[in-house]
């Protein structure tokens, strides 16, 4: 499949760097990556949404992966980030997109649903909603305060050894081999031979600044007259059962998907949440 890494000048004369998957003339879709994550994990989604017959943009946000890292920490926002996809959609001349969000990036789908409803053709959330639940607020302040002092790695299996202390709540069933497919999405190797966090540590700093997100209530109702899938990892700590009942309640055409023995996030391709997505990509063209 043809790839290709573009760049967009952003605000701020900071450059962001996204990967285009070439699909076809269906409506193009956006991946938005989480807090401290990167286009990467979409490398095995991406080509399966562009065999649909569409183009896929898997975005590195300022801060994030080869984009660059931003001076002004308090440009690390949400509300920065959703005029940046903006900025991305603008320079490549796209008009409508389904927007994919994880985490993070869901909370960027729904202020760009919020601001310009015309330019979100259709909503995936993935384990994202208007409420974020303590606990798992709690557990990524944590771990990204702890990345940010913990300074560059030896070894290779060293970074492997902390992305599953981090992360092995959420993926009780991953083996060996996608813990280290999972070390190798997460962290670059220097030119000295170090490894270290394919993120700007002070994304830190800006987290505490100034807060995880604005009031995401007024932005989740707009999605009541867009098409929204909800994927939902079973063993979250992020997005709990109640918070799902309060956003099914107050968007009742919401789709939901629940994603067996995952926790925060499922990357999508698990059979059950692919399945929903492929529906949910058919119905929109």
């Known amino acids: 499949m043809a790839t290709e890494q ?3 000048s952003l605000s701020g004369g900071v450059v962001m760097r996204a990967e285009k998957f070439a699909g076809g003339e269906n409506t193009p879709t956006i991946c938005i990556p989480g807090l401290t994550r990167n286009a990467q994990d979409f490398l095995d989604l991406a080509p399966k949404i562009a065999a649909t017959g569409r183009d896929v943009f898997a975005v590195n946000l300022r801060g994030r992966g080869p984009s660059d890292h931003d001076p002004e ?34 909370i960027i789908t729904m202020l760009a649903n919020e601001k310009s409803p015309d330019r979100v053709k259709a909503a995936v959330l993935n384990d994202v909603g208007p409420d974020l639940a303590p606990e798992g607020l709690a557990r990524i302040a944590t771990y990204v305060a702890e990345n940010a002092n913990a300074g560059p790695m030896m070894q ?3 970074t492997v050894a902390r992305i599953k202390a981090i ?16 070390a190798g ?59 799902v009942q309060k956003m099914r309640a107050a968007c009742p055409d919401i789709e939901y998907i629940r994603v067996p023995r995952i926790g925060h996030a499922p ?8 399945a929903a997505l492929e529906r949910f990509f058919a119905k929109i063209g």
């Open 6 to 8: 573009i760049e967009i």
């Open 267 to 274: 990357f999508m391709t698990e059979p059950v949440a692919w």
């Open 73 to 106: 920490i308090k440009n690390y926002f949400p509300t920065i980030y959703r005029d940046d996809i903006f900025a991305l959609m603008d320079q490549m001349e796209i008009g409508e997109a389904i927007f994919v969000g994880t985490s993070l990036g869901g």
């Open 167 to 182: 992360n092995q709540v959420a993926f009780p069933d991953a083996t060996e081999d996608q813990w280290r497919d999972f």
């Open 185 to 243: 999405r997460t962290f670059v190797q220097k030119d000295d031979g170090e490894w270290e966090f394919y993120y700007d540590p002070n994304i830190s700093a800006a987290l505490i600044a100034n807060g995880p997100a604005p009031d995401l209530w007024p932005a989740f109702s707009t999605l009541m007259d867009t098409p929204t899938l909800l994927m939902h990892g079973e063993l979250s700590d992020l997005l709990n059962d109640e918070i």
């Open 156 to 158: 290779f299996e060293d």
